[in-house]
């Protein structure tokens, strides 16, 4: 079993809907992750967050510690969101989620 | 502010040849993470340095990889003998503070591929 579980592994999405990854973990952590990756580019870093809610933009990130959980929330989705997002979690190791891959349809 | 560099972008090496892959972190940063992404699979984290001292290489390799980050230019990972399975992107990422405190920033990576 991996230490980072994401869901779905494959998203497809009419542009203007809402999205909704999933990430769930199960080791201890102090920080987790949410990073950006678009086909054969680099990685880019949406959010870090220890605790409660960030937003930036249209892109909303969750954490719930007790629950070991994390969602991360695209609203009105635009094709340019189309790319991979992986969870990923800081505690006495790094453990990454093996990527939600989202395309949104014009 | 230059973001994180890494070079070279691609890098051929054939069986047996030696790969170097530079990464040079983002002004002020002392916190280097360097991370391989194997084809159609996840990122993995490699080993986490600072300024001359590995913190945790616990995701390296035993044998053939090495990484430095000395007190004077980029942080060097360097893959000795390579063979067709060290075929990945490897990508480099820098903080300012240690990991779990300060948010990531990633270069755009270099691909490997070994012929």
């Known amino acids: 079993k991996n230490e980072v579980e994401q869901s779905p592994q494959n998203l497809t999405a009419q542009e203007g809907e809402f999205i909704t990854i999933n990430c769930s973990y199960s080791v201890g952590i102090s920080a987790l992750h949410w990073l950006q990756q678009h086909p054969g580019g680099g990685i880019v870093s949406l959010f870090m967050l220890s605790s409660g809610k960030k937003k930036h933009g249209r892109l909303i990130a969750t954490i719930n510690i007790q629950e070991k959980h994390s969602s991360l929330h695209i609203t009105a989705s635009h094709p340019r969101d189309s790319a991979v997002y992986i969870c990923?979690?800081?505690?006495?190791?790094?453990?990454f989620g093996t990527g939600t891959s989202l395309t949104v349809i014009p | 502010n230059a973001g994180v560099m890494q070079n070279p972008r691609h890098l051929v090496r054939r069986r047996g040849q030696e790969a170097r892959l530079r990464c040079s972190p983002m002004k002020g940063h002392s916190h280097v993470y360097w991370y391989r992404q194997l084809p159609e699979e996840g990122l993995k984290f490699m080993v986490y340095?600072?300024?001359?001292?590995?913190?945790?290489e616990s995701g390296m390799p035993k044998e053939r990889f090495s990484a430095e980050f000395p007190k004077e230019g980029p942080s060097i990972l360097r893959i000795q003998q390579v063979v067709r399975g060290d075929s990945a992107a490897y990508f480099c990422a820098s903080s300012p503070r240690e990991r779990g405190v300060s948010p990531l920033h990633f270069g755009n990576g270099t691909r490997l591929t070994v012929t």
């Open positions: 340095l600072q300024k001359e001292n590995i913190i945790d």
């Open positions: 990923a979690v800081t505690g006495n190791q790094f453990y």
